[in-house]
Nanobody, 125 residues
Framework: QVQLVESGGGLVPAGGSLRLSCAASGRTFTRYTMGWFRQLPGKEREFVAAIRAIGDTYYADSVGRFTISRDNAKNTVYLQMSSLKPEDTAVYYC????????????????????WGQGTQVTVSS
């Protein structure tokens, strides 16, 4: 059974940093794109960042302060978030995306097959 478990969320003041982790179990995803999405209060889920199997990274325009990385040996993906702003407040989800040979869009949530339960990030002003 595949499980994705996010951790590292919490309450942080504006300007602070957080590092989110997403540990996958039940299957190895080294050949898959891994992504982070978020859902702001009252908004639809939106793409944040993705990292392909070969290490290429992609980000939403609004999150130039974030860095996605992966540790294939640990089957874990990370999201380092710096200079956080109140508008970054959201539930953050990690997800398993298309396999390495797929040309499916990395920024589209419907191309992701497995999702974590989400972790709350709250940035106070």
């Amino acid at each position: 059974q595949v499980q994705l478990v996010e951790s590292g969320g919490g309450l942080v003041p504006a300007g602070g940093s957080l590092r989110l982790s997403c540990a996958a179990s039940g299957r190895t995803f080294t050949r898959y794109t891994m992504g982070w999405f978020r859902q702001l209060p009252g908004k639809e889920r939106e793409f944040v960042a993705a990292i392909r199997a070969i290490g290429d990274t992609y980000y939403a325009d609004s999150v130039g302060r974030f860095t996605i990385s992966r540790d294939n040996a640990k089957n874990t993906v990370y999201l380092q978030m710096s200079s956080l702003k109140p508008e970054d407040t959201a539930v953050y989800y990690c997800a398993v995306g298309p396999p390495y040979y797929s040309g499916a869009a990395y920024y589209t949530g419907t191309n992701y097959g497995y999702w974590g339960q989400g972790t709350q990030v709250t940035v106070s002003s």
